[in-house]
T-cell receptor, first 112, second 112 residues
Framework: NAGVMQNPRHLVRRRGQEARLRCSPM?????VYWYRQLPEEGLKFMVY????????ESGMPKERFSAEFPKEGPSILRIQQVVRGDSAAYFC??????????FGQGTRLTVV | DQQVKQNSPSLSVQEGRISILNCDYT??????FLWYKKYPAEGPTFLIS?????DKNEDGRFTVFLNKSAKHLSLHIVPSQPGDSAVYFC???????????FGQGTRLTINP
């Protein structure tokens, strides 16, 4: 049973471009969480999704950020018009509806 | 509003001794607590958890203690080993399937 798969592992974008981060949850897991870790900081909750539904997006910035978890395919975190402050490690976690969440390796986004 | 706090950014312990990592929380709705371990450039790895109906949970060298009245939990690692050197995050949730709220992390270094 493969773990949570995130791709790409590293992503470089110029200011103003779009960034798309993908997350494939563990098999049988229908709950997906996205977290962001800025340098020297802890993990900050962004959004919690179930299949085709956003359950809690209280941690998402109001503009430029969106997330989806379609019926088929991976969860996508999309950042439009990236700025330098978006540079961070983005982690996805999945859960089978219990409380333990299992994390992927993360995507390190660098905005130049 | 930091609902989960790890007040020690770093901790150094000699190999073979006990490591004690501390975590405080403010939200009385939290009823499930977890510890994660994180190596550089990797995602957090689940270590151990505890429900609010318990005050202790043990798994091998790892024991988590929960003091609900003080809103405090701690992770004890004994004996500490070099491979335990990592950043440790405590996390809390307000129920099954709810988002995890993380502390800032404590960097543990085990010295030979």
């Amino acid at each position: 049973n493969a773990g949570v798969m995130q791709n790409p592992r590293h992503l470089v974008r110029r200011r103003g471009q779009e960034a798309r981060l993908r997350c494939s949850p563990m098999k049988g897991h229908s709950h997906v969480y996205w977290y962001r870790q800025l340098p020297e900081e802890g993990l900050k909750f962004m959004v919690y999704l179930q299949k085709e539904n956003i359950i809690d997006e209280s941690g998402m910035p109001k503009e430029r950020f969106s997330a989806e978890f379609p019926k088929e395919g991976p969860s996508i975190l999309r950042i439009q018009q990236v700025v330098r402050g978006d540079s961070a490690a983005y982690f996805c976690a999945s859960s089978p509806s219990s409380t333990e969440a299992f994390f992927g390796q993360g995507t390190r986004l660098t905005v130049v | 509003d930091q609902q989960v706090k790890q007040n020690s950014p770093s901790l150094s312990v000699q190999e073979g001794r006990i490591s004690i990592l501390n975590c405080d929380y403010t939200n009385s709705m939290f009823d499930y607590f977890l510890w994660y371990k994180k190596y550089p450039a990797e995602g957090p790895t689940f270590l151990i958890s505890i429900s609010s109906i318990k005050d202790k949970n043990e798994d091998g060298r790892f024991t988590v203690f929960l003091n609900k009245s003080a809103k405090h939990l701690s992770l004890h690692i004994v004996p500490s080993q070099p491979g335990d050197s990592a950043v440790y995050f405590c996390a809390a949730s307000a129920g099954m399937g709810q988002k995890l709220v993380f502390g800032q992390g404590t960097r543990l270094t085990i010295n030979p």
